[in-house]
């Protein structure tokens, strides 16, 4: 399929040190984005399917890094169907599993810890509720499993490894299998703040700084935070990626992206959600926590939505994330909301308000054009003014 997005705006790139982009069209066939810049009328003729931004603001897809995945889309958690097809109606394209450790009954030997990974990321791997792309199979470390089993895991296609809900103990105990993952080539995540679920413990930065995970999981706390004097400490003395969520202490991730800052170490800084958990379902998450890094942390409105997106999609290793040629082309269209007092996204968010989702778009194929069902319509009218496949993709 071939899509134009035409009329655009502004482009937030996702790109952190170069968040905006001067370009009015982009095109994307065989989920691949080919152009970011202009076209011409029989360019986009040979579009498929044409968009009209009508002014709008385009964006890649927003990647929540911390979402704990079951099987189908369904968390026991909150007894709900459907949460992550209705994040995407929030903006998010990619959900990255955070372990399936709500999954009832989930095991704790050495077979079945490796069973339940496995067939979590074999369950997503072409399985995509709404259109959004999981990537679930998150193994739960415990003191069952060896450091051969990351590699026989790693081989079979299991790329994420938990710390932080394992029976042992101390948090300082997980160092040699955490390291064991990332030989196996895994990406390491570990919990960092209080206990969230019963078993768990806390986990403060000296445990951090001594395992040393690729990615501090909520460090703002989910939902309880860290002391005070731990927050510098992760700072300034890792160089472990720090993922503030919405479901933790917004005043720590004030705090964390202020210290990030004095640094220059913003690229650090990952958004997402920790959903579904006690603290809920939340369709409008990441879009949530930008705002509030923009408005109440003083962060450039695009360079928040970059680390809700190009920020996750290199530490995670993803081809998306990105508003650019080769990439992913999984792409949001944002505004501010009917009825309120901001005339764009980037205002909005500077604002304090969510933005609307006026388009989502996941591997080249239009999910919503127009308005999507969790947030109010865009000011501007974004529409499909050509397609010729049986939808317009309306929300």
């Given amino acids: 399929m071939k899509v134009a997005i035409v009329n655009i705006g502004t482009i937030f790139s996702g790109v952190l040190d170069d968040p905006v982009i001067g370009a009015d069209t982009v095109l994307t066939e065989d989920g691949i984005i080919t152009r ?26 927003l990647i929540d890094s911390h979402v704990h995945i079951t099987f189908g889309d369904y968390t026991p958690r909150q007894k709900t169907v459907g949460f992550l097809e209705s994040y995407l109606h929030g903006g998010v394209t990619t959900a990255i599993s955070a372990s399936e450790v709500h999954t009832p009954g989930r095991p704790s030997d050495r077979e079945g810890v490796k069973a339940l990974a496995l067939a979590a990321q074999r369950c997503f791997a072409d399985y995509r509720p709404g259109g959004i792309r999981v990537h679930a199979g998150a193994v739960i470390l415990e003191p069952t ?16 490894a938990k710390a932080g809900f394992g029976a042992f103990d101390t948090p300082f105990d997980y160092a040699d299998i955490v390291a064991a993952a990332r030989d196996a080539g895994m990406i390491t995540l570990m919990h960092t703040g209080g206990a969230s679920i019963p078993g768990s413990s806390g986990i403060w930065a000296d445990h951090v700084l001594n395992v040393n995970p690729h990615v501090s999981f ?7 935070a860290m002391p005070e004097r731990d927050f510098a400490r992760l700072v300034n003395e890792s160089a472990v990626a720090l993922q503030i969520c919405t479901a933790g202490n917004l005043r720590t991730a004030l705090l964390t992206a202020e210290l990030a800052q004095r640094v220059d170490a913003f690229d650090r800084i990952l958004i997402a959600t920790d959903t579904p958990t006690g603290s809920g379902i939340m369709p409008l998450g990441m879009l949530y926590t930008a705002s509030h890094l923009s408005s109440l942390g003083g962060i450039d409105p695009a360079q928040a ?13 993803l081809n998306s994330g990105r508003v650019a040629e080769g990439r992913d082309a999984d792409l949001i269209i944002l505004d501010a909301c009917e009825g309120g007092a901001m005339t764009d996204a980037a205002s909005a968010l500077a604002n304090g308000d969510i933005c609307a989702v006026g388009g989502v778009i996941t591997a080249g194929v239009p999910r919503l054009v127009g308005r999507s069902r969790n947030t109010p319509p865009p000011i501007k009218p974004v529409r499909t003014v050509r397609s010729n496949v049986t939808d317009v993709f309306s929300g």
Avoid: K, S
Avoid at 148 to 160: F, Q
């Fill in 305 to 317: 939505i970059a680390a809700a997106t190009g920020n996750n999609a290199r530490v995670y290793g």
């Fill in 36 to 61: 970011v810049g202009t076209a011409g009328a029989a360019e986009i003729d040979a579009c498929d399917v044409v968009i009209d931004a009508a002014g709008a603001t385009l964006a890649p897809g």
């Fill in 218 to 224: 909520h460090v703002n706390g989910g939902p309880v």
């Fill in 145 to 160: 499993l060896l450091p051969e089993d990351m590699a026989e895991l790693a081989a079979r296609g299991v790329w994420l």
